[in-house]
């Protein structure tokens, strides 16, 4: 059973700091090559916020140098912690997976695996 579970959301005041989870169970070690996280707020196209494969980070211009993306492959988990938050990072956060290096990561539809979410909420 293939599933990504995010966790460690919640609210937080601007300029603070939240760190998320996603633990991957049943997604084949092959097809978590590239594992980025996304969001979403209502009314809007889900945007790429960060992504990791084989030892690099990329990022979306708009969290450079204040989240950072990391992953423990022994414990397939993946994280984004996020530092210096602002409003405009409220949404809903989602952990996704694919084969394959991370060129053009941003495209949501290159995933085949991807998590129920995890509301941050900035105020």
């Known amino acids: 059973h293939v599933q990504l579970v995010e966790s460690g959301g919640g609210s937080v005041q601007v300029g603070g700091s939240l760190r998320l989870s996603c633990e991957a169970s049943?997604?084949?070690?092959?097809?978590?090559?590239?594992v980025a996280w996304f969001r979403q707020v209502p009314g809007k196209e889900r945007e790429g916020v960060a992504a990791?494969?084989?030892?690099?980070?990329y990022y979306v211009d708009s969290v450079k140098g204040r989240f950072t993306i990391s992953r423990d492959n022994a414990k397939n988990m993946l994280y984004l912690q996020m530092n210096s938050v602002r409003t405009g990072d409220t949404a809903m956060y989602y952990c996704?997976?694919?084969?394959?290096?991370?060129?053009?990561?941003?495209?949501?539809?290159?995933?085949?695996?991807w998590g129920q979410g995890t509301q941050v909420t900035v105020s």
């Open positions: 990791t494969d084989f030892g690099s980070g």
């Open positions: 996704a997976a694919r084969r394959g290096g991370c060129i053009g990561w941003e495209r949501q539809t290159m995933y085949p695996y």
């Open positions: 049943g997604v084949p070690r092959a097809s978590r090559d590239c």
